[in-house]
T-cell receptor, first 114, second 113 residues
């Protein structure tokens, strides 16, 4: 299966620690999105890459969050100095340049900040 | 992107058609209607999308009213595995939104035996 993969699937950390998540999109997809989902809510957009360029960031993405997509392949999302409010499911999705609304999501990384 | 309104929950008997409505009265001419679903603890899954015409694929059918202010997702023969949260999303599919999807609360569809 060559779908979107995310690692790790689960992460438990203590408040104040840094965490990094990885997303491997479908290989021919040049658009990549990060979303965050809290319990009982729909996913919320965080940021978007076209190839290696980060073209949009939500105001939800505070300065403790940083995302990269070196060489336009995999992407990482780092959260520095985690807070309990960062506990959520972090979802990655990818799409073709044409038809970006048709996105393929990974299984997500569930973060719990203690 | 235009907002959507969906019922919070619906029930359906296994083997029957599930018809999930969505209102999007402020949709603009370049905006598509997308449907995704999310099975518990999984990432969302793309189902279908359309602009004006009705669409059908192996998963579902999408009926869009002529004025485009509402749509219905039809699962023709619902199974227990179709139990999920269904999201109706309006997006200009690129344009100014880069394909960014704005998810609402969705409809929790429960298929029962």
């Amino acid at each position: 299966d060559t779908g979107v993969s995310q690692n790790p699937r689960h992460k438990i950390t203590k408040r104040g620690q840094n965490v990094t998540f990885r997303c491997d999109p479908i290989s021919e997809h040049n658009r990549l999105y990060w979303y965050r989902q809290t319990l009982g809510q729909g996913p919320e957009f965080l940021t978007y890459f076209q190839n290696e360029a980060q073209l949009e960031k939500s105001r939800l993405l505070s300065d403790r969050f940083s995302a990269e997509r070196p060489k336009g392949s995999f992407s990482t999302l780092e959260i520095q100095r985690t807070e309990q409010g960062d506990s959520a499911m972090y979802l990655c999705a990818s799409s073709m340049f044409r038809g970006p609304g048709t996105q393929y999501f990974g299984p997500g990384t569930r973060l719990l900040v203690l | 992107d235009a907002k959507t309104t969906q019922p919070p929950s619906m029930d359906c008997a296994e083997g029957r058609a599930a018809n999930l409505p969505c209102n999007h009265s402020t949709i603009s001419g370049n905006e598509y209607v997308y449907w995704y679903r999310q099975i518990h603890s999984q990432g969302p899954q793309y189902i279908i999308h359309g602009l004006k015409n009705n669409e059908t694929n192996e998963m579902a059918s999408l009926i869009i009213t002529e004025d485009r202010k509402s749509s219905t997702l039809i699962l023709p023969h619902a199974t227990l595995r179709d139990t999920a949260v269904y999201y109706c999303i309006v997006s200009d599919a690129g344009g100014t939104s880069y394909g960014k999807l704005t998810f609402g609360q969705g409809t929790i569809l429960t298929v029962h035996p």
